[in-house]
C-alpha cells in the first residue's frame, strides 16, 4: 500500500480554502492508496472556543467532502475535523473511500475548554485492515492502548497538531520515535505520525501562556514508523510517502506505561499546570458551549 502523510500548513484558514489545498495536494502525490491528514485538517488545529465557528454538523459536510475525494482520486481518505453533535462540540477523524465513510473517532482527552471529553473507542474497520487511531494527546494515553491492545491491526494512526519548542528539535524528535516505536514494536504494524506545521494560536489556561513565552510552534516532523518500507520521493514539501505491506497483526508484547502516560513525563507540569488547566477548561466548556450555540440560532 502506497501511503502518504500530509503535513498541513495551519496557518491557511476557512475551510473552502483548506479543502482547495488539501485537494491540490492530492492531485499531485504519484498513485496514492491512502492520504493521511492530520488533526482538525479542515478547519485548522484551534486550542480556543473560536474553533466552534468552524464546526461541521454530524460530520455531513466531511463525508460528503471525504468521499467525493476518494472517489474523484481512488484513494483511502483519513482526515481530522471538528464536529457537533446534540450540544457538545467533537474532535474527530474520520477514514472515507470511494464507496463510503467506514468510521469516525472522537479525542477522547481534547482540549478541556474546547471540546467534549469522554471514554471514546479507537478503532475503524476498513478494507484494509482494521486501523487504530489516537488523535494526539491521546496517542500519549494508556487508555488508547487499553482500547486496542486485544485487537488484530493492519495500521495506527497518529494524527496530530501538536506544538512544541522549535529551539528544542532533538527533544521533539526522540519523543516521537520512542512513543510511535514501542506501538510499531508492540503491534507489528506500521504508525503513521502527521503533524501540521505553523504558528500557535491563542492557547487559554498556564499551559498556552507557557507555550507562548517560549515560542512554541507546530513543528511539522512527520514520519512513517515501518519495517521494510520504502520511501516514495516526491516534489512535494507537504508529503512523506511509503510503500508499506499491510498485515494484520495482533500485539506480540506489552506496553509500560508510567501511570497513565507512556513516556515519564515531568510529574511537576503535571500536578501544577496540565491538572488545574484541564479542570479549569472542562469549567470552561460547561459554561459556554450551550451560550455560544444559543446566539448562533
Not at 455531513?60 to 453533535?85: F, I, N
Not at 457538545?88 to 475548554?113: C, H, L, Q, W
Not at 507537504?238 to 506480540?252: D, F, M, N, Q, T
Not at 506496553?255 to 507512556?262: A, N, P, S, V
Request: aromatic share 10%; proline share 5%; charged share 25%.
Amino acid at each position: 500500500m502506497r501511503i502518504f502523510a500530509l503535513e498541513l500548513n495551519n496557518d491557511l484558514k476557512g475551510i473552502d480554502k483548506r479543502k482547495e489545498y488539501i485537494e491540490g495536494l492530492i492531485s499531485r502525490l504519484p498513485s496514492p492508496d491512502l492520504v493521511v491528514l492530520p488533526e482538525l485538517a479542515l478547519c485548522s488545529y484551534m486550542a480556543s472556543q473560536q474553533i466552534w465557528n468552524y464546526a461541521d454538523d454530524c460530520g455531513k459536510m466531511t463525508s460528503k467532502w471525504a468521499t467525493g475525494m476518494a472517489k474523484k482520486y481512488h484513494v483511502y481518505l483519513g482526515v481530522g475535523y471538528l464536529d457537533k453533535e446534540k450540544d457538545d462540540f467533537y474532535n474527530r477523524y474520520m477514514i472515507a473511500g470511494p464507496d463510503g465513510v467506514y468510521g469516525t473517532v472522537s479525542k477522547s482527552e481534547g482540549e478541556s475548554a474546547v471540546f467534549k471529553r469522554g471514554d471514546f473507542g479507537s478503532s475503524i474497520d476498513t478494507p484494509f485492515g482494521r486501523v487504530g487511531v489516537a488523535i494526539c494527546f491521546d496517542s500519549r494515553r494508556k487508555h488508547f492502548y487499553e482500547n486496542v491492545k486485544n485487537e488484530e491491526l493492519s495500521l495506527i494512526l497518529f494524527p496530530h497538531g501538536a506544538p512544541a519548542d522549535p529551539n528544542k528539535p532533538e527533544v521533539e524528535h526522540q519523543e516521537n520515535d520512542e512513543r510511535c516505536m514501542l506501538y510499531t514494536e508492540a503491534f507489528e504494524v506500521p504508525v503513521v505520525y502527521v503533524n501540521s506545521t505553523g504558528s500557535l494560536e491563542y492557547m487559554p489556561g498556564m499551559m498556552g501562556s507557557m507555550m507562548e513565552k517560549h515560542g512554541f510552534r507546530m513543528n511539522g516532523m512527520s514520519r512513517i514508523y515501518a519495517k521494510n518500507a520504502k520511501n516514495i520521493e516526491t516534489d512535494i514539501p507537504e508529503a512523506i510517502g511509503a510503500e508499506i505491506s499491510l498485515i494484520p497483526h495482533k500485539r506480540v508484547r506489552d506496553i509500560r506505561f508510567h501511570g497513565e502516560d507512556i513516556l515519564p513525563g515531568n510529574w511537576l507540569f503535571k500536578k501544577l499546570i496540565l491538572g488545574p488547566d484541564t479542570r479549569a477548561g472542562i469549567r470552561s466548556y460547561e459554561a459556554n458551549h450551550l451560550i455560544y450555540q444559543e446566539t448562533k440560532q
